[in-house]
């Protein structure tokens, strides 16, 4: 696959299904472009995280190819797909933070892994957990938290080191509507200095106070829809 510099993935006819069964996702096309920022949507078991997985580079397609950050992932050793996974934050649904250890040190793993210094460690984690309002529960280890509280520390250890692409499962799903906007402002900031940002929803509310486009997943396939477009049903292949 040609390496297009502005794109930060590409796939093409890429499917993907599990062991025998039929498949998942089928020909999908997409050029995800530095710096943009879409919505994935689509019912339950559309695909959605299926999807953001071959983009995380936490599997590879069953058929088609798959190229992030000019790298085709069909040729590409574990040593260079863990390089390629350190530009990418990751939110999961089902969180992954490391229970026994507290919400600073979840946050502050990033940073250490990259070996920065713990001085500077200390202040980003500090801010960025008061930003989210966090501050009072710093010390709390993450297996003591709400499931509100572990989405919070869990987008704070995503944006953390400022990632190239930020994927993000339901970001909101677990947090109320005083916090959701903060967080969504969050990831609009984020990606005004440049993070490409993936954001897996089913919130009316969020699609319709943020115009970004969707990347809609229908039928097995993948459709780009426009703020103008609400029904969810036409669109083109991305």
């Known amino acids: 696959m040609a390496e297009n510099s502005n794109s930060i993935i590409e796939m093409r006819n890429v499917g993907i299904r599990y062991d025998q069964g039929p498949e998942i996702l089928s020909d999908i096309n997409l050029s995800l472009k530095k710096g943009s920022f879409h919505f994935l ?25 798959i190229s992030v950050f000019g790298k085709d992932i069909n040729f590409t050793n574990r040593d260079s797909l863990a390089s390629l996974r350190r530009r990418i934050g990751v939110v999961f649904q089902d969180f992954r933070l490391l229970e026994h250890l507290s919400a600073f040190d979840n946050v502050a793993l990033p940073l250490r892994v990259c070996g ?9 984690v500090s801010e960025l957990l008061s930003w989210v309002e966090l501050d009072r529960h710093m010390l709390d280890a993450a297996a003591t938290l709400s499931g509100g509280e572990k989405q919070r520390v869990a987008i704070a250890r995503a944006v953390i080191n400022r990632p190239e692409l930020l994927l993000a499962d339901e970001p909101t799903g677990n947090v109320d509507n005083f916090i959701a906007p903060k967080l969504m402002k969050l990831f609009v900031e984020l990606n005004k200095l440049g993070t490409t940002v993936v954001i897996a ?38």
């Open 201 to 238: 929803t089913h919130s009316d509310k969020l699609i319709n106070d943020f115009a970004y486009p969707r990347l809609h997943l229908q039928n097995r396939g993948l459709h780009i829809l426009y703020p103008s477009d609400k029904s969810g049903l036409g669109g083109s292949d991305v």
């Open 116 to 124: 920065m210094e713990e001085r500077e460690v200390r202040k980003r």
């Open 41 to 65: 949507t689509g019912k339950s078991g559309a695909g959605k995280t299926s999807l953001l997985s071959m983009m995380y580079l936490w599997q590879r397609p069953s058929r088609g190819s």
